[in-house]
């Protein structure tokens, strides 16, 4: 079987215990979609929480940053940095747990003044876990 998905490693200048995606499935002028497992091995569930493991909101927020990121990086000439700049209307609507995968999607909704803002979803077993609207900016 053979993988077309991109090397993250090869696009993203994220690096574990930050690198945050796990496999790439699309990857669009306008978008993006991936894939992040949670396993009980991520870092945070040393103190988030002991016995009662939830992947922290953040984290998830990071992952679609990440989506957002790759496609800057895939769809710009120039090699430069994405940065987040802002996280609007976001909403966390269900726990993520170590054995969940998380489907991530984002989309390009609008570019102003060097600024791109991505419609951004994730969600496990096809339901909504947390949707926002992220801006990032290239540095």
Do not use: W
């Not at 215990?17 to 040393?46: T, V, W």
């Not at 922290?56 to 679609?64: F, R, Y």
């Not at 940053?65 to 996280?87: T, W």
């Amino acid at each position: 079987m053979h993988d077309s998905s991109p090397d993250i490693y090869a696009l993203l200048p994220h690096r574990p215990p930050m690198l945050m995606l796990d496999r790439i499935l699309s990857l669009e002028a306008d978008g993006c979609s991936a894939l992040k497992n949670i396993s009980y091995a991520e870092p945070c569930f040393q103190g988030h929480f002991p016995g009662s493991p939830i992947f922290p909101g953040v984290l998830t927020l990071e992952a679609l940053g990440q989506a957002c990121s790759a496609c800057l990086i895939h769809n710009s000439e120039e090699n430069r940095l994405p940065i987040f700049a802002g996280a609007e209307y976001v909403h966390f609507r269900k726990p993520v747990f170590p054995g969940d995968q998380l489907y991530l999607s984002v989309k390009l909704q609008s570019v102003s003044n060097g600024f791109y803002s991505f419609e951004a979803r994730a969600q496990k077993n096809g339901e909504s876990v947390c949707t926002a609207v992220l801006t990032l900016t290239l540095r």
